[in-house]
Structure formats: C-alpha cells, structure tokens
C-alpha cells in the first residue's frame, strides 16, 4: 500500500508545527515503540547506523528524554526557547516495505536565539507506520545539507 504525497505531507506539517511550538513530548509521542531519530555527521551523510558517528542516535526512550531534558530551564542552549520555523517541501512517498512506508522530504529549518539566526538546510528520511490513530514513526533520519556546523556550532533542536 503506498500513502498519498498529500497525507504524508501533512503528517510532516503537523510534526513541524510540533517543533515549532515546541510541544517537544507529543512530538516523541509521534514515534513507535521501536521508533528511532538519527542524525548523521555532516562529514558522513551516509553513514550507517552502528557503523558511522552520528550526532544524534537516539531510540525512542533517548529521544523522549532529550525532549524532557530541551524543555527544561537548566538546558541552557536553549533557556529561553529559540524560535524555530521548520519548512518542509518535496515530500515522496513509496510503496510499503515490510510495513513501513519510506517518506523523503527536504527541509530548512531557521533558528533564531539572542539576536542570531541560523539556517539549518538538509533532507529527511522516514520510515512511517500506519495505526489506529492515524500515522507514526518508526524511523527518521535528518541530513543536513552543510559540510561543517560553522557558524552554528552545534545543533541544540531537533530537525
């Protein structure tokens, strides 16, 4: 079975807008049980889980207490929170693989926090199931599109 271009586009609005308004919990509630967010170096956009350096690795426990952890006042990288405007484009969807649904998208998503702004540019790979309750995300990959986290430093959100 192969989900529309347009229900799978508006399954990526709604978890920007998610981002955005930094309901960051609902946002890990997106994910499955067995749900996983990768984030590759930008030297290895290719990279391969447990075998390359990853930015962020995290499976659906880490990644439920990462969003615990940015809501916090003591994450500092992010007291107060940065606004963030995440805009996604080109969504493809195929045809289901082993009971998941493989989604591509790009994106660019602005950070702005204490007078400067950051432009993060890349692409996104998921793996998405369907439930009850409508979709979920068993796995997503953001790549960034940049060689080097100069001038940005670090990545303190989530892509």
């Known amino acids: 079975m192969k989900l529309s271009r ?4 508006d399954f990526l609005i709604q978890e920007a807008a998610l981002l955005d308004s930094w309901k960051l919990m609902e946002w890990a509630d ?8 990768l984030v590759p170096a930008t030297d290895d956009p290719e990279g ?15 990644l439920g207490e990462r969003a615990k952890r940015l809501l916090k006042p003591t994450a500092h990288a992010e007291f107060p929170h940065s606004r963030t405007r995440h805009m996604i484009s080109n969504v493809v969807t195929a045809e289901d693989s082993d009971g998941a649904i493989p989604v591509t998208c790009n994106f660019v998503v ?9 432009i993060y540019p890349g692409h996104a790979e998921y793996l998405l ?3 009850g309750d409508g979709l979920r ?5 953001a790549v960034l599109d940049v060689d080097a986290l100069r001038p940005h430093g670090k990545i303190s959100i989530i892509l």
């Open 129 to 131: 199931v369907k439930n």
């Open 6 to 9: 347009s229900d799978a586009e």
């Open 48 to 62: 391969k889980a447990g075998k390359s350096l990853f930015l962020i690795y995290d499976d659906r426990h880490r």
């Open 110 to 118: 602005f950070r702005s926090r204490m007078e400067v702004t950051n």
């Open 137 to 141: 995300i068993r796995s997503k990959k």
């Open 30 to 37: 997106l994910f499955t049980e067995d749900g996983e967010y």
